[in-house]
């Protein structure tokens, strides 16, 4: 399920003034409840993503 995510989405910005997308993941962290990946982009805004998997939905 989470490689499926990665492949039809890719995580841009979150900053108000940006849109850029993001590459890989500076920071990934995973559990049984899920993984976040933090990704800084070159403008300086850090972004965090959540993915959970689909058995605890």
């Given amino acids: 399920m989470l490689n499926d995510l990665r492949e039809t989405t890719e995580p841009t910005c979150d900053a108000s003034d ?4 993001l590459g890989d993941p500076a920071l990934a ?6 993984r976040r990946e933090a990704y800084e982009c ?5 972004t965090v993503t959540v ?3 689909e058995s605890s939905r």
């Fill in 18 to 21: 940006c849109d850029r997308t």
């Fill in 51 to 53: 993915a959970r998997p």
């Fill in 29 to 34: 962290f995973e559990t049984d409840w899920g």
């Fill in 42 to 46: 070159a403008c300086g805004a850090v």
